[in-house]
C-alpha cells in the first residue's frame, strides 16, 4: 500500500484488494458483504479466516475473485452485469447435476440456482487452451468428442434462433450499430432449412466450449487431465454447435476451422455435415453479437469481438452459398 499526504492531516491510501481495505477498516459493514457471508458460511469458517482475496481478470459474463481459507484456495463466482436476462441458474444447475461424476468437470462445492453464485476450489499449476497449438487442440478435441458421445439430457434446450430473437428483444427497440443488420439476420436465419435438414440426434451440448473453459492441470499422480468449465449456457442441442463456438471465439480463419473439424472428425467429417457447421458459425456470429450489443447497452464494450462475430455472420452465410450453389435468402 501507498500512502500519499496531499493536505496536513489528510492521506489517501491506495488499495488493491478487498484483504487490504478490511486491514484498514476491519469494523466497516461494507465489508461484510453477503459473498463473503455465504462463503463463510459454506466453509463454516468465521469471515476473517477468509484471506489472500483477490479480484481475478473480469469474463464476458460473471466477476470473479480468489480467495483462500486455511491453507486452501477457492474461487467465488459472482454473475456479471445484466446476466440475470441471459441465464436460468436452475437450467444451470440442472446441467451440473447431469454431468456429476463423470469426469467432465470439476466439483462445485456451492451453487446458488437463484443468484448464481458458485464457489469452486481453485486448482493450482493450471492453464486454459491454446487454439493455436496442436496438441493442446487434439486433446480438447478428444475430451469434447468424449463428453459428446455419453448423450446426455437435461429438460432444457438453447434454441440458437430464439436466443438471437431474445438477444435482440432486450435492446428494447433500439437499431443494431451495424447498419445492414437487418439483411445479415434474414440472410443468416435463411440457414435453419439446410440446418434443420442436417441437424443430428441433440444432446446436452456445452454452447460455451471456447478454448478458456478447457482447463489443463495435474492430478495427484502427476498425471495430465482436461476439465471442461463454465456450463452457464449449457443444454440440448446439436453437439456440433460447441466446434462452431471454439472457432469463431479463437477468430479462426477457414483453413483453421476446416483443421479443427478434421481433428474431432478423425479426417472423415461428411461434406453436408461440414457445411452446417459452417451454417452454425454464421449463426453463432450472429447470436454473440446480438448478445455483445445488448452488454454495450449496459455499458461492457467487447469491441474486436464484437465486430469479428458479426463478421463470421456475413462471411459464413456467404460460404455456405457458395458451397452449395444456393442463395437461402431468395427461397
Same mark, same amino acid.
Request: aromatic residues 12%.
Given at each position: 500500500m501507498?500512502?500519499?499526504?496531499?493536505r496536513?492531516?489528510?492521506y489517501?491510501?491506495? %488499495?488493491?484488494t478487498?484483504?487490504?481495505?478490511?486491514?484498514?477498516d476491519?469494523?466497516?459493514?461494507?465489508?461484510?458483504?453477503?459473498?463473503?457471508?455465504?462463503?463463510?458460511?459454506?466453509?463454516?469458517?468465521?469471515?476473517?479466516?477468509?484471506?489472500?482475496? !483477490?479480484?481475478?481478470?473480469?469474463?464476458?459474463?460473471?466477476?470473479?475473485?480468489?480467495f483462500?481459507?486455511?491453507?486452501?484456495?477457492?474461487?467465488?463466482?459472482?454473475?456479471?452485469?445484466?446476466?440475470?436476462?441471459? %441465464?436460468?441458474?436452475?437450467?444451470?444447475?440442472?446441467?451440473y447435476?447431469?454431468?456429476?461424476?463423470?469426469?467432465?468437470?470439476?466439483?462445485?462445492?456451492?451453487l446458488?440456482?437463484?443468484?448464481?453464485?458458485?464457489?469452486?476450489?481453485?486448482?493450482?499449476?493450471s492453464?486454459?487452451?491454446?487454439?493455436?497449438?496442436?496438441?493442446?487442440?487434439?486433446?480438447?478435441?478428444?475430451?469434447?468428442?468424449?463428453?459428446?458421445?455419453?448423450?446426455?439430457?437435461?429438460?432444457?434446450?438453447?434454441?440458437?434462433?430464439?436466443?438471437?430473437?431474445?438477444?435482440?428483444?432486450?435492446?428494447?427497440?433500439?437499431?443494431?450499430?451495424?447498419?445492414?443488420?437487418?439483411? !445479415?439476420k434474414?440472410?443468416?436465419?435463411?440457414?435453419?432449412?439446410?440446418?434443420d435438414?442436417?441437424?443430428?440426434?441433440?444432446?446436452?451440448?456445452? %454452447?460455451?466450449?471456447?478454448?478458456?473453459?478447457?482447463?489443463?492441470?495435474r492430478?495427484?499422480?502427476?498425471?495430465e487431465?482436461?476439465?471442461?468449465?463454465?456450463?452457464?449456457?449449457?443444454?440440448?442441442?446439436?453437439?456440433?454447435?460447441?466446434?462452431?463456438?471454439f472457432?469463431?471465439?479463437?477468430?479462426?480463419?477457414?483453413?483453421?476451422?476446416?483443421?479443427?473439424?478434421?481433428?474431432?472428425?478423425?479426417?472423415?467429417?461428411?461434406?453436408? !455435415?461440414? %457445411?452446417?457447421?459452417y451454417?452454425?458459425?454464421?449463426?453463432c456470429?450472429?447470436?454473440?453479437?446480438n448478445?455483445?450489443?445488448?452488454?454495450?447497452?449496459?455499458?461492457?464494450?467487447?469491441?474486436?469481438?464484437?465486430?469479428?462475430?458479426?463478421r463470421?455472420?456475413?462471411?459464413?452465410?456467404?460460404?455456405?452459398?457458395d458451397?452449395?450453389?444456393?442463395?437461402?435468402?431468395e427461397?
Open positions: 501507498k500512502g500519499c499526504s496531499c496536513p492531516g489528510r489517501f491510501i491506495e %488499495i488493491n478487498y484483504e487490504q481495505l478490511r486491514a484498514i476491519d469494523n466497516s459493514n461494507q465489508l461484510k458483504s453477503d459473498a463473503i457471508a455465504v462463503i463463510a458460511d459454506v466453509l463454516k469458517v468465521n469471515m476473517k479466516e477468509i484471506t489472500d482475496i !483477490t479480484v481475478l481478470k473480469k469474463g464476458m459474463t460473471n466477476r470473479s475473485f480468489l483462500a481459507c486455511h491453507g486452501r484456495k477457492y474461487i467465488m463466482r459472482i454473475p456479471g452485469e445484466g446476466t440475470g436476462q441471459l %441465464i436460468d441458474r436452475s437450467k444451470e444447475a440442472g446441467v447435476k447431469a454431468i456429476e461424476g463423470r469426469g467432465i468437470c470439476g466439483e462445485n462445492l456451492y446458488n440456482p437463484e443468484n448464481g453464485y458458485k464457489i469452486t476450489k481453485f486448482i493450482e499449476n492453464r486454459v487452451c491454446d487454439p493455436f497449438h496442436q496438441e493442446d487442440v487434439i486433446k480438447c478435441m478428444d475430451k469434447l468428442r468424449t463428453f459428446h458421445q455419453m448423450e446426455l439430457t437435461v429438460d432444457h434446450e438453447f434454441d440458437l434462433f430464439g436466443q438471437i430473437a431474445f438477444y435482440e428483444s432486450l435492446r428494447q427497440g433500439a437499431k443494431s450499430v451495424y447498419k445492414d443488420y437487418e439483411q !445479415t434474414e440472410n443468416v436465419f435463411a440457414l435453419r432449412k439446410y440446418i435438414r442436417y441437424a443430428g440426434r441433440k444432446s446436452l451440448t456445452h %454452447i460455451d466450449a471456447v478454448p478458456d473453459n478447457f482447463l489443463f492441470f492430478n495427484e499422480k502427476g498425471e487431465e482436461i476439465c471442461l468449465i463454465d456450463w452457464e449456457y449449457a443444454a440440448m442441442q446439436d453437439p456440433h454447435v460447441d466446434l462452431a463456438m472457432c469463431i471465439y479463437s477468430f479462426y480463419q477457414k483453413e483453421q476451422i476446416d483443421a479443427l473439424i478434421g481433428i474431432y472428425f478423425k479426417e472423415s467429417c461428411p461434406v453436408e !455435415t461440414r %457445411i452446417k457447421i451454417c452454425y458459425i454464421a449463426v456470429g450472429l447470436l454473440w453479437s448478445w455483445c450489443e445488448y452488454k454495450r447497452a449496459l455499458g461492457v464494450d467487447f469491441g474486436e469481438y464484437s465486430l469479428r462475430q458479426y463470421y455472420a456475413k462471411e459464413y452465410y456467404r460460404i455456405v452459398c458451397m452449395t450453389g444456393q442463395d437461402f435468402s427461397e
